[in-house]
């Protein structure tokens, strides 16, 4: 089993910055990929970013695509989301999770971290 605790989340003003963290325990050798989502409330969740284990390769979703940053530190077993010029629509719960990629598609496996509100507001 892998656990998750994602970190970082809070209040931000529009066009802020804020920078989440995944620490991850457990059987993080066997991880092949990990990624980002989100779920804003009455919205289903959302995939965000994700990166590769091996080579550290990234994916984003348009809508956050030159504003947000994955990343990993492997001496940590942590992985990191940087958000720039946030927004209001980022408003949302953002989770973390372990996943793996098939056809260059990030797909996710069952581990996943309780979450961690970010929310954008003046």
């Known amino acids: 089993q892998v656990q998750l605790v994602e970190s970082g989340g809070g209040l931000v003003q529009p066009g802020g910055s804020l920078t989440l963290s995944c620490a991850a325990s457990?059987?993080?050798?066997?991880?092949?990929?990990m990624g980002w989502y989100r779920q804003a409330p009455g919205k289903p969740r959302e995939w965000v970013a994700s990166?590769?284990?091996?080579?550290?390769?990234?994916d984003y979703s348009t809508s956050v695509k030159g504003r947000f940053t994955i990343s990993r530190d492997s001496s940590k077993n942590t992985m990191y989301l940087q958000m720039t010029n946030l927004k209001p629509e980022d408003t949302a719960v953002y989770y973390c999770?372990?996943?793996?990629?098939?056809?260059?598609?990030?797909?996710?496996?069952?581990?996943w971290g309780p979450g961690t509100q970010v929310t954008v507001s003046s």
């Open positions: 990166i590769t284990i091996t080579d550290s390769t990234t």
């Open positions: 457990g059987r993080v050798f066997a991880m092949n990929a």
């Open positions: 999770n372990t996943g793996k990629y098939n056809g260059g598609t990030y797909y996710s496996d069952a581990y």
